[in-house]
């Protein structure tokens, strides 16, 4: 039986060949697909993000 696909959305970028190999080279280490590995870099970034700019936000207050 086939997995049920993901609520997703296609990006499409063109990133600096030495930044891909060596995202390849990590998705390669970790065992982790491109996406998988991917979507949690980039969830991991815009949570310190997030946190960061509402502890800015309270100091301002």
Known sequence: MPR???DGHYI???I???L???????CDQEERT??????RMM????DA???????AKKKKL
């Open 4 to 6: 049920e696909r993901k």
């Open 12 to 14: 499409n970028l063109r």
């Open 16 to 18: 600096d060949r030495g």
């Open 20 to 26: 891909y190999e060596r995202f390849s080279r990590y």
């Open 34 to 39: 491109k996406t998988a590995a991917l979507e």
């Open 43 to 46: 969830r991991a970034y815009l």
């Open 49 to 55: 993000y997030e946190k960061q700019n509402a502890s």
